[in-house]
């Protein structure tokens, strides 16, 4: 088309703008169904007061408009605080069962020591018996034999001085002799010998 020089050309908008402007339109109008709706529920609740509240029908709030927005960011931020409030709860769990399990194990291992213990005294206990009673019973198998080892020496002792005959004798030395005095046992006969051997000795 050509370019008319006495007529004024209005301004261009930009598709932005445009675009912009629409929307606004649109959200003005939802929310004025919306107001409408909501005060025709309240006119219907005012005039029917006794109506059960299951018969109410819930409606779904719309999921458009910088408030679905706000909703969506509320929901996300308290599903983050009940998740770490549930993260550390089980944590807290853990470490007190791990805890328990720890002080369980001890207490056991205390348990199985104090029994280790008082079997190895009992077993102390019986070994040292049998050995006092053991000691006991050869002590006095030893004794007996070396009571009848004594009772048979004394009789072949006294057997051997009927038999054999043996020298008993002492002296006595004075300033100018030596006296000696010799007995002889033969079986039951005794001979005894004194002599005084004055000094200086001679052969």
Known sequence: MGNHPGKAQPPRENAEEIAAKEKQKKSIQLRVIIE???ETEVKEQEKSPLSSP??????????????ASVIRIQAWWRGTLVRRTLLHAALQACIIQ???????AKLLEQRRRMVLEYHAWQVWAVVKLQSFFRMWRIRRHYCRLLHAA????AYWRWRNCQTRGFLRGKYKVTSSQLVLEIEIFLGSQICRFTDC???PIKN
Do not use: A, M, Y
């Open 36 to 38: 409408e709706t909501d």
């Open 54 to 67: 299951s018969t109410k029908k819930k409606e779904k709030p719309t999921n458009q408009g910088p408030e």
């Open 150 to 153: 004594r009772i048979i020496q």
């Open 98 to 104: 791990c805890w328990w399990r720890l002080v369980q």
């Open 197 to 199: 051997i004055p000094f």
